[in-house]
């Protein structure tokens, strides 16, 4: 049974920072997954912020996070992050964990439905 779980999101001012945490059980951070971060807000559909291959470490970012957010793993912790520098408030959305076989390549990475396994979500409001 897969399940990812994250932590991390919390409250902060415009421009602070704040670290989210993935952990995922009965799954591995294989050689060939997409994990990704995807956030949503009400009335909104899912949309892709950060994701990387476990492969090459191929790192993929949405425009309006890039130079602001940082997605890394930690294979042996089976960890993967997602920090989020410069916050603005229009990045207030609950953000989730997701994984997948294969790549991310093309528009894969963004993609919410191209995911098999998803995390709860955590909560991050700027203000």
């Known amino acids: 049974h897969v399940q990812l779980v994250e932590s991390g999101g919390g409250s902060v001012q415009a421009g602070g920072s704040l670290s989210l945490s993935c952990v995922a059980s009965?799954?591995?951070?294989?050689?060939?997954?997409?994990m990704g971060w995807f956030r949503q807000t009400p009335g909104k559909g899912r949309e892709g912020v950060a994701a990387i291959y476990t492969g090459l470490g191929s790192k993929y970012y949405a425009d309006s996070v890039k130079g602001r957010f940082a997605i890394s793993r930690v294979n042996a912790n089976n960890t993967m992050s997602l920090q989020l520098n410069n916050l603005r408030p229009e990045d207030t959305a609950m953000y989730y964990c997701?994984?997948?076989?294969?790549?991310?390549?093309?528009?894969?990475?963004?993609?919410?439905?191209?995911?098999?396994?998803w995390g709860q979500g955590t909560q991050v409001t700027v203000s």
């Open positions: 997701a994984a997948r076989r294969g790549s991310c390549s093309g528009d894969r990475w963004a993609t919410p439905r191209n995911f098999a396994h």
């Open positions: 009965g799954y591995t951070f294989s050689t060939t997954s997409c």
